[in-house]
């Protein structure tokens, strides 16, 4: 079985994520609502919401060296992040973040031995699953045998968003819609993966919830119609 999975973004009118005003406190304010065991964020997510370069460091504290305490009882979500790279070496400053309990990172086969001993050295759980890149189904399969999560929200970009809705393993698709057109022709989409093959086709969705939530943004939640069985 693979937890619930809801796609989650903020975008202009235009269907741009990147290169507008986004209303980051409404955002977050909704995405609590959703009551999730478990954040997957993209690798370039978190290098573009922390500001840094792939393989970029940051002073650490002698904390971050030593196990940390983990609380059974703590409620918030488990941040999951694929780095089949080992792109991001800032660790300790995503767990300053007040909204998860701890991190966890999804390795491959491919990924560098020197990365997994950098995240052993620092006690960064993380899981190695597929060969090149991340295996998301086995991933999803382990987060919620092991680590009960149920119910998981993205927080990424099309990349991660394309991979996921490719491989069948979304459910929900939330967008909060602003009133902004952005245009151009580099911002990414909420969805970034190969052009369709001759036979292939969109997947399909319904319309589940739609809300005018705060001035002109619209709170647009669909479902996948979907094969998979969870
Ligand atoms: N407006 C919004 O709501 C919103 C939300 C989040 C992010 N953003 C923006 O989106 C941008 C980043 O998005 P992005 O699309 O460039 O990247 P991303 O989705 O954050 O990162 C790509 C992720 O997908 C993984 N991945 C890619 N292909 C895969 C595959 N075939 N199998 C398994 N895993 C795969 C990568 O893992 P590896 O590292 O292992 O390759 C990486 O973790 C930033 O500018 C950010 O600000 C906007």
Not at 92 to 112: A, F, N, W
Not at 155 to 164: E, K, M, R, V
Request: charged letters at 30%; aromatic letters at 8%.
């Amino acid at each position: 079985m693979i937890p619930w999975v809801i796609l989650y973004n903020a975008m202009s009118l235009d269907g741009r994520i990147t290169g507008f005003n986004a209303d980051v406190e409404l955002y977050y304010e909704l995405a609590t609502e959703l009551d999730v065991d478990a954040v997957l964020m993209g690798s370039n997510t978190v290098l573009t919401g922390f500001g840094v370069k792939a393989g970029e460091t940051v002073e650490e504290a002698e904390d971050a060296f030593k196990p940390r305490k983990k609380d059974a009882a703590d409620d918030r979500p488990l941040l999951v992040v694929p780095d089949s790279r080992g792109k991001i070496r800032i660790w300790s400053e995503l767990l300053k973040m007040p909204y998860i309990k701890d991190v966890l990172v999804l390795c491959s086969r491919s990924t560098p031995s020197e990365y997994l001993d950098f995240l052993d050295e620092r006690y960064i759980d993380y899981l190695v699953v597929g060969y090149q890149r991340v295996d998301l189904e086995a991933a999803l399969d382990e987060l919620n045998t092991n680590f009960g999560v149920k119910k998981l929200r993205v927080d990424s970009g099309g990349i991660l968003n394309g991979a996921l809705l490719r491989e069948g393993l979304a459910d929900e698709v939330h967008l909060l819609i602003h009133p902004e057109l952005v245009g151009g022709t580099t911002p990414n989409s909420i969805f970034q993966a190969p052009d369709l093959e001759e036979n292939d086709v969109p997947i399909k969705l319904y319309l589940d919830n739609m809300e005018k939530v705060k001035g002109d943004i619209i709170y647009l939640k669909y479902k996948v119609f979907n094969e998979k069985l969870k």
